[in-house]
């Protein structure tokens, strides 16, 4: 599954700026991102991976 935390944030900096017309589109944009990225590690056990000269952590 691809990593949809732009699109997730655009999304709903989108929404909430034509809804609600203030400047705090962009913190609401980001903190939905956020919490669709926790969700998914958390619930659905997807987490990044971590490489260091070639090696997994």
């Known amino acids: 599954m691809p990593d949809f935390f732009g699109v997730i944030a655009a999304v709903?900096?989108?929404a909430e700026y034509l809804?609600?017309?203030d400047v705090s589109?962009?913190?609401a944009g980001l903190l939905?991102?956020?919490i669709g990225r926790a969700?998914?590690?958390?619930?659905?056990?997807k987490r990044r991976k971590l490489?260091?000269?070639n090696e997994e952590y």
């Open 39 to 45: 969700y998914s590690s958390a619930v659905l056990g």
């Open 32 to 34: 939905a991102a956020n």
């Open 19 to 21: 809804v609600f017309q």
């Open 51 to 53: 490489y260091c000269n």
């Open 25 to 27: 589109f962009l913190l």
């Open 12 to 14: 709903v900096s989108v």
